[in-house]
């Protein structure tokens, strides 16, 4: 590259402020975590790619645990959002559907977020990945359930136990949807609206959704 190159290359470098700095920092490290896991990936790479000196990194984050932390915390709050956004409203089917297609969308529209939360570290509890996430929305499904249970006269004691199944079954459908990519997300989703709704034994033979149709 010629030094005109260079000096190009060293000016919009200075131009970059300090908060844009940190994010394009977030945003490499997030993409090198979801591809090699949190052990593989090194202050040096992520500096490399961000083409910036390895105390850059330092300064902003004090390593890569804090790098990934970082990365983590806002993919935890990001698809905790998505879902308990979903459950806000609606009929308890309806509230099935859309947490599932909030974690299919989820899956589909950020790849990368979703790898970086499926892969285990060993500098992170467990309140600091998709289990977390997954726990908490099981919490507020079982006060969803717990309500729909007393109305049609059932145990509300069992609502915890029926939220731990469904969330469970979507999530690692979701996973398995990751890898596959096919059907589409909506057939998936009616699919495990189906099975939970109507039971094994009442499917339906062409189920399909309320909230969104086949695209």
């Given at each position: ?16 402020s300090?908060a ?26 992520v500096?490399?790619?961000s083409?910036v ?8 984050f004090g390593?890569?645990?804090?790098l ?40 589909d ?5 979703f ?30 359930l ?17 939220s ?20 589409k ?19 339906e033979?062409?189920?399909g ?7």
């Amino acid at each position: 590259m010629s030094e005109y190159g260079d000096a190009t290359d060293r000016q919009r470098r200075v131009r970059m402020s300090a908060a844009q700095r940190r994010e394009q920092l977030i945003t490499i490290g997030r993409q090198l975590f979801a591809e090699r896991g949190f052990d593989a990936t090194s202050v040096e790479e992520v500096a490399a790619r961000s083409k910036v000196s390895k105390p850059v990194v330092y300064e902003h984050f004090g390593g890569k645990e804090g790098l990934y932390a970082v990365v983590v915390d806002r993919e935890v709050r990001a698809l905790l959002d998505r879902i308990t956004t979903a459950l806000t409203a609606g009929h308890p089917r309806e509230l099935l559907e859309q947490a599932a297609l909030a974690l299919l969308d989820y899956i589909d529209e950020e790849p990368h977020g979703f790898q970086v939360l499926v892969r285990e570290s060993p500098v992170l509890s467990a309140s600091g990945n998709l289990q977390s996430v997954l726990s908490d929305v099981a919490h507020q499904v079982e006060h969803i359930l717990g309500a729909e249970f007393k109305s049609r006269g059932l145990d509300p004691r069992y609502a915890a136990l029926y939220s731990q199944a469904l969330v469970g079954m979507v999530a690692l459908v979701g996973q398995w949807w990751r890898e596959e990519r096919k059907p589409k997300k909506e057939i998936v989703a009616a699919h495990l609206v189906n099975l939970a709704w109507n039971g094994l034994s009442h499917l339906e033979a062409k189920p399909g959704l309320i909230t969104r149709r086949v695209r």
